[in-house]
């Protein structure tokens, strides 16, 4: 079975340009969540969808968007791109219900870099 | 507020020797989970385990031991015989009753043959 896949494996923007990031879930997945991994600190939660849904947002500003679509892969947008967006994006899916003791399972992740 | 700590930020033995990455959680829930996960230098996170508040059994897998003590809310890592495979950045990770995961900063693990 296919595990969590995302797009593009790396990527390289220029200041104020956007970016949008692609995920697919495991299959049976419906929970998609986002995580920022700045070089040499841990994820940092951005989103979280369920079925469709927001469920959770991190500290991050509106600069960064998210939505999940009827087959529940997921992009996350990133507008008006700065130096310091530059990271690990990652991707983790997990089965429904969401929350609780239920397993988070990451993509490989893609690599923003901002110039 | 939720944090977790990991107070080693890099630590360097030899093959064979055992070794202990430290967590240290904060979180006012009652009710929360705990997880450990491996970030080779390829970036994907690799899940190696996960306890909730109300197991405070310890668990042992193969090589990879874990120690959960809510009194001192620590929850230590032990790798026995250490290889130079588990070299890595390796996480601590807390949540509660969201898919939101509270990461510490990490312990890169370096083992030397």
């Known amino acids: 079975d296919a595990g969590v896949t995302q797009s593009p494996t790396h990527l390289i923007k220029t200041r104020g340009q956007h970016v949008t990031l692609r995920c697919s879930p495991i299959?049976?997945?419906?929970?998609v969540s986002w995580y920022q991994q700045v070089l040499g600190q841990g994820p940092q939660f951005i989103f979280q969808?369920?079925?469709?849904?927001?469920?959770g947002r991190g500290n991050f500003p509106d600069r960064f968007s998210a939505r999940q679509f009827p087959n529940y892969s997921s992009e996350l947008n990133v507008n008006a791109l700065l130096l310091g967006d530059s990271a690990l994006y990652l991707c983790?899916?997990?089965?429904?219900?969401?929350?609780?003791?239920?397993?988070?399972?990451f993509g490989p992740g893609t690599r923003l870099t901002v110039l | 507020a939720q944090k977790v700590t990991q107070a080693q930020t890099e630590i360097s033995v030899v093959e064979k020797e055992d070794v202990t990455l430290d967590c240290v959680y904060e979180?006012?829930?009652?009710?929360?989970?705990l997880f450990w996960y491996k970030q080779p230098p390829s970036g994907e996170l690799v899940f190696l385990i996960r306890?909730?508040?109300?197991?405070?059994q310890n668990e042992i897998s193969g090589r990879y031991s874990w120690n959960f003590q809510k009194s001192t809310s620590s929850f230590n890592f032990t790798i026995t015989a250490s290889q130079v495979v588990d070299s890595a950045v390796y996480f601590c990770?807390?949540?509660?009753?969201?898919?939101?995961?509270?990461f510490g900063t990490g312990t890169r693990l370096q083992v030397f043959p």
């Open positions: 983790a899916s997990s089965f429904p219900p969401a929350g609780g003791y239920n397993e988070q399972f």
């Open positions: 299959s049976g997945h419906k929970s």
């Open positions: 969808y369920y079925e469709k849904e927001e469920r």
């Open positions: 979180t006012r829930d009652t009710t929360y989970y």
């Open positions: 306890r909730n508040s109300f197991d405070e």
């Open positions: 990770a807390l949540k509660s009753n969201t898919d939101k995961l509270i």
